[in-house]
């Protein structure tokens, strides 16, 4: 908020209370807030003030790379990769057909296509062009970015497009006919929010949505859902449940098993704290027996899926278990009919899984890297596993599948392997595959190769990682070596191809090091449960003992050594070189929370509680004041040059963060570049070009420090 926007607050807020106490009192605390930070205005995201800094820096930031000599050859491998003729088109499955979203030169903001399986393994398929986002975006003078698109079952015929405006997590929900390749007349349509919805028939949609004020939890998510009939107003929808506004969302959708839909509800408390609730068919609520921290998973020959996050009787923390659908109406003794589907060990987790009409197919980490299982269910309670082969040493992964068929997408990839995707037929007993396609190679991996090795951290723990380098490293110190991480929400970081990063850095003689922290889901949901709220500092010292396990064995030192991450990876950065800037030459800060204190009252932020802990709780405040890297900041240390980048458009982590943070570098006289995407959402960047810039303002800052 602007001052003459903060004016003209106060002065309604005056109009309509009819006394001046309350708007006094918000005066003061926003007095209060300004003398506590003096750079609170930062976080008005589309503030003139806030905004003419952002783009003071980028010409900063700009002119300077693009002037460095080695910018241009950076940016011509970028572009030849991100879009060149030969790349291999992402593909789902859906009713028979494969799906693609397509974006090159000519097409910026994408196609949305399909063809067929047979067409897809040629050399040139046959593409059937279903929505030009480029053309609708031009003849609606709208700035729209696809966010994906949920079909209609069982006909396959209509879908709800899902349009953002500039990429932001809010988007406009509206019908489309696939038929006609056109939208609905008097179809469906849900102005922007933050909205989910799903089809509960082909006239009934479940949404939770902005209904207006009071609608919203803390997090900035639909708190109350409802169903819509179609041919009335949206404010006619019939309210079907309502959260409480400090918890994260609401939302209902519908499942199939064996071509029968099922529908649900359900109210996540946290991000990994949910209640559930099972719609009968005669329409009765009946809440699903569980706890709370196990997370539903799909419906399969009559059996919900339920996967632990805690030891719970006697199954272990990470198991997934089968529990009949026709025994939850009994309570708590339907918990007696649960079934093992899969059982953990120390090394040994579950991932995710496809369902095919009679199979599952598992992917089960095994020491980070994932292999598949096929899973088949004998009534009423046998579930037999066998391994399906695919790959060695990497990622193996069913990643799609069709629920009316047994056909299923699958992929494999590492480091150095680029990713070919399979289909395979589970009701095949060989377990054999089909190659659809494989992705060109992009940089020369002979030379390369990837090793792996265990830090120790501050506390013991034995922290893996993997670093790609040359065959022929020298253990000399001086090796250019970027080392990645994330470490939270239970989100693992694991191998993949690494395309235009391999060409522009590895091939050239970087170090790439993708770290395994604790906080990801690598080891099971204890491995992201030990460093939650007033642990949190000890993925930070993860972190730090790589680093330092790094520089003991020669691979790097801190003239040459950079760290590296997002978002949550954001703010693992900024902690570690505030708490220990004399390990890095070079770190890169990509849409981060940094103001720990203030993450709760930033758009989403208060949705990630159970991960840092609540800021106005004491215990947690002193905790987060440990590691909050905007307040760590120091004018004595001595920090290495930092590269920030972020996104105006982000509505999930506020921009904010990335301003306030290097304003008070600024202050206080660190070097610091700053890039702030005036569109592009979370993910950063809304089309190839920007992706480009992106990627080649930060490889040519990592090769201007490092070498």
């Known amino acids: 908020m602007n001052p003459s926007s903060r004016f003209k607050f106060l002065i309604a807020a005056i109009l309509v209370s009819g006394c001046t106490s309350s708007s006094v009192q918000k005066e003061q605390e926003l007095m209060s807030m300004q003398s506590q930070d003096p750079y609170i205005w930062l976080e008005e995201v589309e503030g003139q003030k806030a905004l003419d800094f952002a783009k003071s820096e980028n010409d900063i930031t700009l002119k300077h790379f693009k002037n460095d000599p080695a910018f241009k050859s950076i940016e011509a491998d970028y572009r030849k990769i991100f879009l ?17 979203f397509w974006q090159d030169e000519k097409n910026s903001r994408g196609l949305w296509r399909k063809t067929s399986i ?22 609606e003078k709208e700035n729209w970015v696809w966010k994906g698109a949920s079909f209609r079952k069982p006909g396959y015929d209509r879908v709800l497009l899902h349009l953002s405006r500039g990429g932001k997590d809010a988007v406009v929900v509206r019908e489309f006919d696939l038929k006609t390749k056109s939208f609905v007349k008097d179809g469906f349509q849900i102005p922007e929010a ?26 900035g998510y639909a708190r109350i859902v409802k169903t819509w009939k179609r041919g009335t107003p949206l404010s006619s929808a019939e309210t079907l449940v309502e959260a409480n506004k400090t918890d994260m969302s609401a939302y209902a959708y519908t499942q199939y098993d064996e071509g029968k839909p099922h529908h649900f509800y359900q109210v996540r408390k946290g991000f990994f704290s949910t209640k559930n609730w099972y719609l009968d068919p005669t329409g009765k609520s009946i809440q699903i027996p569980k706890p709370e921290d196990a997370e539903t998973w799909g419906l399969f020959k009559g059996n919900l899926f339920i996967e632990l996050r805690s030891d719970f009787r006697n199954f272990k923390s990470g198991s997934l278990l089968a529990l009949p659908l026709d025994q939850i109406s009994k309570g708590d003794s339907a918990l007696d009919s649960l079934q093992v589907v899969f059982a953990p060990t120390d090394k040994r987790f579950i991932e995710t899984a496809c369902y095919t009409k009679n199979h599952l197919i598992t992917v089960v980490s095994d020491n980070i890297l994932t292999k598949m299982e096929k899973v088949t269910f004998t009534a009423p309670n046998t579930w037999k596993t066998e391994s399906v082969a695919l790959g060695e040493n990497g990622m193996a992964s069913c990643y799609d599948s069709d629920e009316e068929s047994d056909l299923y997408l699958a992929s494999y990839t590492d480091f150095l392997t680029p990713t070919s995707t399979f289909v395979g037929d589970a009701s095949d ?19 390369l190769t990837t090793s792996r ?19 022929n490293m020298k253990m000399d110190g001086k090796n250019p070596t970027l080392q990645y991480g994330y470490g939270g929400f239970q989100y693992s970081m694991t191998p993949s191809y690494m395309s235009a990063l391999g060409k522009v850095w590895s091939e050239k003689g970087g170090v790439y090091v993708l770290t395994n922290l604790r906080g990801g889901g690598e080891f099971g949901p204890n491995w992201h449960k030990a460093v939650l709220k007033e642990n949190r500092y000890k993925v930070y010292e993860d972190n730090i003992a790589v680093s330092e396990d790094l520089i003991k064995r020669g691979i790097t030192s801190p003239d040459h050594l950079a760290i ?56 947690m405040r002193e905790a987060i004041l440990k590691y909050s890297p905007y307040q760590k900041l120091s004018p004595s240390a001595k920090y290495p040059e930092v590269l920030v980048l972020t996104s105006t458009k982000d509505d999930r982590v506020h921009p904010g963060h990335a301003r306030k943070f290097v304003a008070r570098m600024k202050e206080q006289k660190h070097p610091v570049y700053y890039y702030e995407n005036i569109e592009g959402g979370h993910a950063g960047n809304a089309n190839i ?19």
């Open 689 to 707: 070009e920007q992706s480009i810039l992106w990627e080649s303002l930060k490889t040519t800052y990592l090769w201007e420090k490092l070498k």
């Open 84 to 100: 060149a003729k030969d790349r291999t088109p992402a593909v789902s499955l859906t009713n028979g057909e494969l799906y693609n």
């Open 194 to 219: 933050k909205t989910n919805a799903y089809w509960k028939d082909e006239n009934t949609l479940f949404v939770g949505t902005d209904w207006g004020p009071g609608s919203l939890t803390d997090s």
């Open 118 to 139: 047979d067409s897809y393994k040629t050399a040139n398929p046959k593409w059937e062009v279903i929505l030009d986002l480029d053309q609708l975006a031009k003849s």
């Open 564 to 619: 590296s991450g997002g978002s949550n990876g954001g703010l693992l950065v900024g902690a570690t070189i505030t708490l220990r800037p004399d390990l890095y030459n070079a770190a890169i800060i990509a849409v981060p929370l940094l103001d720990m204190l203030r993450y709760h009252k930033l758009l989403a932020g208060a949705s990630w509680m159970d991960e840092y802990g609540n800021p106005d709780d004491p215990k």
């Open 429 to 447: 007993a060989t377990n054999k595959f089909t190659l659809l396609k494989e992705s060109p190679r992009r940089f020369d991996s002979s030379t």
């Open 453 to 471: 090795y265990e830090a120790t951290s501050a506390d013991g723990t034995k922290i893996p990682y993997f670093v790609v380098h040359k065959k």
